[in-house]
């Protein structure tokens, strides 16, 4: 009978798995960050903060007035659907990681016995209306975009029940986060994040890396690289094994130590794999070279007439000219079978094309990470301005400049000579039509945020791919935890997280700067006050319940982990706390104690901290590679049950974390 019940739990848990959930934080459909309106608008309402200036208040208010709806408790409820585009939330009401549509999601539900169904609202007082260019018509598709029929109609001759519209258009709250009541976003109800007990953490390696990349191919297999310039590939073991990594260090993936220029600040920074590896075997890695020392390292400097900057005038950092050493994104293939690349153990040496190349002004704190974005398919690529305390250039406010950014680039169109020459480009990529220098032509064309020091480790939540999340090391202060979003200005140098940075060079307003969701004062390290920060990830494997959800992040001196919960949910503000760690006693590798600390492990200098293909994460440092284990093998107690909804669970992870689940019950209950 026990059994059966387990077995009815993990039914029960797989229908809570697959039920839909999606993105909800302030955006706007545009993808940028809400904007502070500086007067009232005329036609929607308004509360200073919003999606709409007054040209597109006035857009909407002439695309009523052509509807001309005679009844005027109809009109008042299109009227507020339009308004819609202008709240701030307008990115989840209108699902713009999903589908296109013309509507907000409508409310269709009872709350606390009061009906707040907004969508039968609209059907009982719109359904026998007729009036043209309705935005509950049908979307058409057309060559290039969606059209609407613009003849008088009513929502009856299109959908044959109140059912069916509400199907379409509405949301119960049970499979969605958000949904529209006429007046304001209603969240979905989730349960009260539990209290953190502690992190439980295992050793499950003894190298060093700076990077771990889950295998594209969704097995237990990551890639790891150090610094130098070695990328291995390892299998990871299973939970509770009590294995460790498996790799064969004399035969790396590939090796590019030849080429990479080895000192703190500068190696192999990144690597990632095209979204359709599986079939192309296509990956690109980040590194950084020495012109005197390494053949084709040569590109465009970063100082340069556009900029109004001669890097004659630039003084050496630390013996080194300017723009002798580069960044470099380059292009790679795997050697496996023409059909399966995806079964190859190494990769050719020979890069297949250099996608960007650009001479540094100095040597250090110039980020290097690379990644897909899981929605768009496009590169992003992470810059510091590495000024190390010099910003007289100003360079991560400069929009001209690449540095102290965050890039968006095309790498599957190739561009022609006359572009790279028009747009300045600094390498073979093509810019995406939605980049952000569409709108504002001083921006540089591949950027797609700026105002960063040193944006150290990013990553888009797996549930929710809107919630780009970077850390960005701070100077004297602060070290913080940007939300990205499309154009949005992060404030340095003028801001050091909430606070103004004492050589800020600009009398820019604080209005058009974003500040952190997240961080920590460098007093948190009360011996020393030094402090980096390693920006994480949304925890989102049930190895441990209570930390589901959580965006944790760390410090490159252990210093402390934190996790930041989203509070309420789907509403984008965080409460932060820092946590308590240890490591389990039956860890595969015996962790060593701190010195006079004994309670806590001594994880040395953390470089990152990384995910594999079950979500499970690690942590990546100088003493060697960590996971995050079961709460219980540390002795902290864990009663949470999930309260947030994945959209999708692959058919692997789901069937080892089952076949997982079920062994770890039978060997300790049966």
Same mark, same amino acid.
């Given at each position: 009978?026990?059994?059966?019940?387990?077995?009815?739990?993990?039914?029960?848990?797989?229908?809570?798995?697959?039920?839909?959930?999606?993105v909800s934080h302030p955006l706007c459909t545009n993808s940028r960050t809400p904007i502070k309106l500086k007067s009232h608008l005329k036609f929607c309402p308004s509360n200073g903060t919003g999606c709409c200036d007054l040209d597109e208040d006035l857009q909407l208010e002439n695309q009523f007035r052509q509807m001309n709806i005679s009844n005027p408790r109809c009109a008042s409820l299109i009227r507020s659907i339009l308004c819609?585009?202008?709240?701030?939330?307008?990115?989840?009401?209108?699902?713009?990681?999903?589908?296109?549509?013309?509507?907000?999601?409508?409310?269709?539900?009872?709350?606390?016995?009061?009906?707040?169904?907004?969508?039968?609202?609209?059907?009982?007082?719109?359904?026998?209306?007729?009036?043209?260019?309705?935005?509950?018509?049908?979307?058409?598709?057309?060559?290039?975009?969606?059209?609407?029929?613009?003849?008088?109609?009513?929502?009856?001759?299109?959908?044959?029940?109140?059912?069916?519209?509400?199907?379409?258009?509405?949301?119960?709250?049970?499979?969605?986060?958000?949904?529209?009541?006429?007046?304001?976003?209603?969240?979905?109800?989730?349960?009260?994040?539990?209290?953190?007990?502690?992190?439980?953490?295992?050793?499950?390696?003894?190298?060093?890396?700076?990077?771990?990349?889950?295998?594209?191919?969704?097995?237990?297999?990551?890639?790891?690289?150090?610094?130098?310039?070695?990328?291995?590939?390892?299998?990871?073991?299973?939970?509770?094994?009590?294995?460790?990594?498996?790799?064969?260090?004399?035969?790396?993936?590939?090796?590019?130590?030849?080429?990479?220029?080895?000192?703190?600040?500068?190696?192999?920074?990144?690597?990632?794999?095209?979204?359709?590896?599986?079939?192309?075997?296509?990956?690109?890695?980040?590194?950084?070279?020495?012109?005197?020392?390494?053949?084709?390292?040569?590109?465009?400097?970063?100082?340069?007439?556009?900029?109004?900057?001669?890097?004659?005038?630039?003084?050496?950092?630390?013996?080194?000219?300017?723009?002798?050493?580069?960044?470099?994104?380059?292009?790679?293939?795997?050697?496996?079978?023409?059909?399966?690349?995806?079964?190859?153990?190494?990769?050719?040496?020979?890069?297949?094309?250099?996608?960007?190349?650009?001479?540094?002004?100095?040597?250090?704190?110039?980020?290097?990470?690379?990644?897909?974005?899981?929605?768009?398919?496009?590169?992003?690529?992470?810059?510091?301005?590495?000024?190390?305390?010099?910003?007289?250039?100003?360079?991560?406010?400069?929009?001209?400049?690449?540095? #102290?950014?965050? !890039?968006?680039? &095309? %790498?599957?169109? /190739?561009?022609?000579?006359?572009?790279? $020459?028009?747009?300045?480009?600094? @390498?073979?990529?093509?810019?995406?039509?939605?980049?952000?220098?569409?709108?504002?032509?001083?921006?540089?064309?591949?950027?797609?945020?700026?105002?960063?020091?040193?944006?150290?480790?990013?990553?888009?939540?797996?549930?929710?791919?809107?919630?780009?999340?970077?850390?960005?090391?701070?100077?004297?202060?602060?070290?913080?935890?940007?939300?990205?979003?499309?154009?949005?200005?992060?404030?340095?140098?003028?801001?050091?997280?909430?606070?103004?940075?004492?050589?800020?060079?600009?009398?820019?307003?604080?209005?058009?700067?974003?500040?952190?969701?997240?961080?920590?004062?460098?007093?948190?390290?009360?011996?020393?006050?030094?402090?980096?920060?390693?920006?994480?990830?949304?925890?989102?494997?049930?190895?441990?319940?209570?930390?589901? #959800?959580?965006? !944790?992040?760390? &410090? %490159?001196?252990? /210093?402390?982990?934190?996790?930041?919960? $989203?509070?309420?949910?789907?509403? @984008?503000?965080?409460?932060?706390?820092?946590?308590?760690?240890?490591?389990?006693?039956?860890?595969?590798?015996q962790c060593s104690p701190r010195t006079g600390r004994s309670a806590l492990p001594d994880l040395g200098y953390i470089f990152s901290l990384a995910e594999d293909n079950l979500k499970d994460l690690y942590m990546s440092t100088s003493t060697g590679v960590y996971r995050v284990a079961?709460?219980?093998?540390?002795?902290?107690?864990?009663?949470?049950?999930?309260?947030?909804?994945?959209?999708?669970?692959?058919?692997?992870?789901?069937?080892?974390?089952?076949?997982?689940?079920?062994?770890?019950?039978?060997?300790?209950?049966?």
């Amino acid at each position: 009978m026990n059994f059966l019940i387990v077995v009815l739990d993990i039914v029960c848990f797989l229908l809570f798995l697959f039920t839909t959930h999606s993105v909800s934080h302030p955006l706007c459909t545009n993808s940028r960050t809400p904007i502070k309106l500086k007067s009232h608008l005329k036609f929607c309402p308004s509360n200073g903060t919003g999606c709409c200036d007054l040209d597109e208040d006035l857009q909407l208010e002439n695309q009523f007035r052509q509807m001309n709806i005679s009844n005027p408790r109809c009109a008042s409820l299109i009227r507020s659907i339009l308004c819609a585009r202008c709240n701030q939330f307008s990115a989840q009401l209108f699902r713009i990681d999903s589908e296109a549509r013309n509507v907000p999601v409508l409310c269709d539900f009872t709350e606390d016995g009061a009906l707040n169904d907004f969508c039968t609202d609209v059907w009982s007082n719109c359904g026998d209306i007729p009036f043209p260019n309705s935005p509950f018509v049908r979307l058409v598709q057309g060559k290039d975009h969606f059209s609407f029929d613009t003849s008088p109609t009513k929502l009856t001759n299109e959908w044959k029940s109140r059912g069916y519209f509400c199907e379409a258009f509405g949301s119960s709250l049970v499979d969605e986060s958000t949904c529209f009541d006429g007046k304001k976003v209603i969240f979905g109800t989730a349960r009260a994040p539990q209290p953190i007990k502690g992190l439980c953490l295992e050793k499950v390696g003894h190298g060093s890396y700076i990077n771990m990349i889950p295998h594209p191919d969704e097995s237990n297999r990551v890639f790891v690289s150090n610094q130098k310039g070695k990328i291995w590939l390892v299998t990871i073991p299973e939970l509770g094994s009590k294995e460790i990594l498996k790799m064969d260090e004399s035969k790396p993936f590939l090796d590019l130590t030849n080429q990479v220029l080895l000192d703190p600040e500068s190696g192999l920074m990144g690597i990632t794999f095209h979204p359709n590896f599986k079939r192309n075997g296509r990956f690109f890695v980040s590194y950084n070279c020495d012109k005197l020392r390494h053949d084709g390292c040569q590109g465009r400097c970063s100082c340069n007439t556009d900029l109004n900057c001669d890097p004659s005038k630039i003084l050496p950092n630390n013996g080194i000219e300017p723009c002798r050493y580069h960044y470099v994104v380059a292009e790679f293939t795997a050697n496996g079978t023409a059909s399966k690349p995806y079964l190859a153990k190494t990769a050719d040496a020979v890069e297949v094309r250099r996608i960007f190349t650009m001479g540094l002004q100095y040597t250090g704190g110039h980020a290097g990470q690379i990644l897909f974005g899981p929605a768009d398919g496009y590169l992003y690529l992470m810059t510091g301005d590495g000024s190390k305390g010099t910003h007289s250039s100003n360079l991560a406010q400069n929009k001209r400049s690449l540095l #102290g950014k965050i !890039l968006r680039v &095309d %790498v599957d169109n /190739i561009p022609s000579n006359d572009e790279v $020459e028009r747009l300045s480009l600094y @390498g073979n990529y093509s810019i995406p039509t939605d980049n952000p220098y569409i709108s504002d032509n001083e921006l540089a064309p591949e950027v797609w945020a700026l105002g960063f020091k040193n944006p150290w480790r990013c990553s888009f939540d797996s549930e929710r791919p809107s919630y780009f999340m970077c850390g960005d090391a701070g100077q004297d202060n602060y070290e913080e935890v940007d939300m990205i979003t499309k154009g949005g200005n992060f404030g340095w140098p003028i801001y050091e997280g909430p606070y103004v940075f004492h050589p800020a060079n600009t009398s820019s307003s604080s209005s058009t700067f974003i500040f952190p969701v997240s961080g920590y004062n460098h007093s948190a390290d009360k011996n020393s006050g030094s402090a980096s920060i390693i920006g994480g990830y949304f925890y989102r494997s049930m190895t441990d319940p209570c930390m589901y #959800g959580r965006y !944790l992040f760390t &410090d %490159v001196y252990q /210093i402390g982990i934190w996790a930041a919960t $989203e509070v309420p949910a789907n509403s @984008g503000t965080f409460t932060t706390e820092s946590i308590i760690f240890s490591c389990a006693n039956d860890s595969p590798i015996q962790c060593s104690p701190r010195t006079g600390r004994s309670a806590l492990p001594d994880l040395g200098y953390i470089f990152s901290l990384a995910e594999d293909n079950l979500k499970d994460l690690y942590m990546s440092t100088s003493t060697g590679v960590y996971r995050v284990a079961r709460p219980s093998r540390c002795n902290y107690q864990c009663e949470a049950i999930v309260s947030s909804v994945p959209s999708s669970i692959k058919a692997l992870p789901l069937l080892s974390f089952l076949l997982s689940s079920l062994l770890f019950f039978m060997k300790n209950v049966f």
